[in-house]
């Protein structure tokens, strides 16, 4: 088992890496359950069936645990779930000592942390996350759900307490997941590692690859630099929005096409790319596009995925992500592996490069 | 006009209070306001018909301002009401660099400073109070909203980047809402300030009082004491505690007699009398109940409302409180003005109080 140390100004917690911890949680958390009343464990349909039941008797060897059970799927980070969690919560007797467990992916991650945030104006919480994808969104503090009009627009910043990741939980993901969760890794190594992206280029050529090629080292190079990057600016105010690299057309490439019909990683992964043709377009850049257009492409990423949409409902949507003030639409842009920086971007440069990708599909 | 500083652990920000200075708000508040994109006003019906317009005008001045209202009452503190604020920010293009406006009563304090706490992981809020319930919970930082199981159950410690106060707001004021708001103040003294609470006594001892008495003196100390607390426990992990004098059986009162029917400030002082009763039955004071009770109800408050109520339906309310941990009632005692601590109470020493309460009055 591996332990990293995630600093923010408010506090300091532990990330557990290990092959099969999740069966230790009770042990692992000892210190910081020993002082809590009581646990909810907050997980999906999905993930409940396969490790549901294991946990909540782990937990409840510690202090007296209960679960709940969101359905499966992006439309559990809705207001109406996020209600029915809080609803759970006070029905669960929670109080300001007890403690949310959050036991799946991604969604279970986001909307656990913030009804941890919000219950009683904030209480403890412990993430396990199963996937790849919630394996990075767990470190960091962001939390949050979905507005009809807009991803993510509803949160709160809430570290959690703990990390427990159980890397055995890996083997029931589908390829898709695989997929979508190493697309945040290569994000990590783009905007910050230049030798290790090299080394991931080499290694790391097809979706086989990911399953195998010395992963839990790729883990914890990956969640150091995200850690490093939190210490440093844990309320986005700074060089935190890095991390956003590919996010502003993937955001947008989720929403158009409708949420769960391309994942998130699917997403940041077209949007990396685009954001390396934005680059060199507004000639801040000389990336290579097609090579490393071809690699990703072969990892299975939609990198195509924009000229599927109208460009004009892309930039619309874009108008709602976060990183957009006074109606400019920002990017994260990057000179090279390893320098990104943030660039306010004229709508009509957007536009052209977005028409000229529908335009070559036209074409192939 | 007077200038109070408030300082916690994240922030310091700045409560003026003076006549008629919500007319100067756009100069007060330049040099926050010149950094911001827009701005949106939230407001309900009824103070918007008072001095929602004035406000925008003056605001519009300085940057483009747009206004929201939500219905008056405490109703509008629903998650369905919170949802309806953040698609009214998301309508208004509201980007990161903007700051939201609360005008108004505690409610819209409360909705707003949440929708604030929580849209795109928060944004900036100033407080503009309306009432004298309102001049106390605008600054602090707690905002919050009801579930339906509970008050304040949800909600965030999010702190105003400035709090602007017009005491000639409180001349539409009804009497009710006058005596709302004092509660709170008249808690202030009796947790903190033994000196000013004499004075009070001496002073203030029916409705017209209030209205007149050395008003602003009587704010300034008020907010001072609350700053203090504050300063020493923006989160309550400790004395901001005893702030809750009152409240456990105060928050029980408007829930079980149905939101609205009795008001924060009427339900507070019932508690205030309620805890000093609890304090003297655990032989931990010895408060001459009469005389307290007595000046209370001179003021108005309905001290015995706690009789009209079912002891056990109470308790069941009580439960629900935010201080309750491992199922343990926990209220704010005092052994004498200036001395409360916080104290877990059995629920049968609570019960023979509340049950001692209804005989008495059937006795009267």
Redesign the interface.
């Known amino acids: 088992m591996e332990k990293l140390l995630v600093e923010t100004p408010g506090s300091t917690y532990p990330v557990f890496i290990g092959e099969g911890i999740r069966n230790n949680c009770a042990e692992l958390l000892q210190p910081l359950l020993s002082k809590k009343?009581?646990a909810l464990i907050i997980t999906d349909s999905h993930v409940n069936t396969l490790y549901g039941e294991d946990l909540e008797t782990n937990l409840n060897s510690m202090l007296p645990t209960t679960l709940f059970t969101i359905p499966e799927g992006e439309q559990s980070k809705s207001?109406e779930a996020?209600?029915n969690g809080?609803?759970a919560c006070?029905?669960a007797?929670l109080?300001?000592?007890s403690v949310i467990i959050a036991l799946g992916g991604g969604v279970v991650g986001d909307i656990a942390g913030f009804i941890a945030?919000?219950?009683?104006?904030?209480i403890s919480f412990v993430q396990v996350p199963t996937t790849l994808l919630a394996q990075d969104s767990s470190v960091g503090g962001?939390t949050?759900i979905n507005?009809r009009?807009?991803k993510n627009?509803?949160?709160?910043?809430h570290q959690p307490e703990a990390v427990v990741y159980d890397t055995l939980t890996l083997a029931t993901l589908s390829d898709k997941e695989w997929r979508s969760g190493f697309a945040e890794m290569i994000k990590h190594a783009y905007i910050k590692d230049p030798e290790f992206l090299s080394w991931l280029k080499d290694n790391v050529t097809c979706m086989e690859d990911m399953k195998k090629n010395g992963l839990l080292q790729f883990l914890k190079r990956s969640i150091a630099i995200k850690a490093d990057i939190v210490k440093e600016d844990e309320?986005?105010a700074g060089i935190r929005a890095y991390l956003n690299f590919g996010h502003t057309l993937g955001h947008a490439l989720e929403k158009v096409s409708g949420y769960g019909h391309i994942t998130h990683g699917e997403g940041v992964a077209a949007g990396m790319i685009f954001a390396m043709r934005l680059s060199n377009h507004l000639e801040l850049a000389h990336w290579d596009i097609d090579i490393e257009k071809r690699w990703l492409e072969n990892l299975g990423y939609p990198v195509h995925a924009a000229s599927m949409q109208s460009p004009e409902a892309l930039i619309s949507a874009m108008?709602?992500d976060?990183?957009?003030?006074?109606?400019k639409l920002t990017f994260v842009l990057a000179e090279k592996p390893g320098f990104p920086f943030l660039q306010t971007v004229d709508e009509s440069d957007v536009l052209f490069l977005l028409k000229a990708e529908k335009k070559e599909r036209d074409f192939l």
Chains 1, 2 share one sequence.
């Open positions: 009343s009581k207001i996020y209600e809080l609803t006070i029905e007797n109080d300001r000592k945030a919000t219950y009683m104006r904030g962001k949050g507005h009009l807009g627009l509803i949160g709160a910043f309320k986005e108008k709602t976060k990183k957009t003030t006074a109606g």
